[in-house]
């Protein structure tokens, strides 16, 4: 008994670009073009009416970007088992976290070849996670979990003036109260006393769990 073919909707604001992955698509006997969209809105839009087991998002679209589509997609009752893959030129941290914080399954580059695109969408309909070119679910939950320690971090570092902040950056990089002072343009007392509020606010035991947190959170890199 064959299986039924898999449904895919195209989301792209240029037309030769849409029609070049319908011909490549159409060649397919296991994949079948239920649909186009040339923005993001549309593309939502389609995706309730005909609901495609996978879409093939750009990025950059009018009316709602690709990742602002996604979003939209996910939180709709009803498309839970529909996938997206994130199609773009632009290979960046930002755009994956953002695809994948969205509720993308997977990010592809336009110019992998058409055997890399085929692959991916069959991956992707299966309810796998694939990240340009590959990579396993595991690594693309190392990828959002780095976001959310990120986010947690600047979560910690929400209870401290902006003041705070500054001096917490100057102890990461082990300068003391009088130097801390000379930098900010305050007295020696002045600094010790944004020194005791941050190690209050965050918890720290001493001085050394502050640069610990400096690190941890960012705030010094190096």
Do not use: C, W
Request: charged fraction near 25%; charge should be negative.
């Amino acid at each position: 008994m064959n299986k039924a073919p898999i449904n895919v909707l195209l989301a792209d604001d240029e037309g030769l670009v849409r029609s070049g992955f319908r011909v490549l698509l159409d060649l397919e006997d296991d994949i079948t073009v239920v649909g186009e969209a040339a923005t993001g809105a549309e593309a939502v839009e389609q995706a309730r009416a005909i609901r495609p087991d996978v879409v093939l998002m750009d990025i950059r679209m009018p009316k709602l970007d690709g990742i602002q589509a996604t979003a939209q997609i996910a939180q709709t009752r009803g498309l839970e088992q529909v996938r997206v893959l994130i199609l773009t030129t632009y290979d960046t941290d930002e755009h994956v976290f953002d695809a994948l914080q969205a509720g993308a399954s997977g990010f592809l580059l336009k110019d992998a070849g058409p055997a890399e695109l085929l692959h991916a969408i069959r991956v992707i309909a299966a309810g796998e996670a694939l990240l340009a070119p590959r990579i396993t679910r595991r690594l693309i939950g190392q990828v959002t979990a780095h976001r959310r320690a990120a986010q947690a971090a600047q979560d910690r570092l929400a209870v401290l003036t902006e003041r705070e902040r500054e001096v917490l950056a100057l102890v990461g990089r082990g300068l003391s109260n009088d130097e801390i002072g000379g930098e900010l343009f305050l007295s020696p007392a002045t600094a010790r006393t944004h020194v005791s509020r941050a190690m209050a606010k965050l918890g720290a035991r001493d001085r050394a769990q502050l640069v610990v947190i400096a690190y941890q959170t960012g705030l010094v890199s190096r």
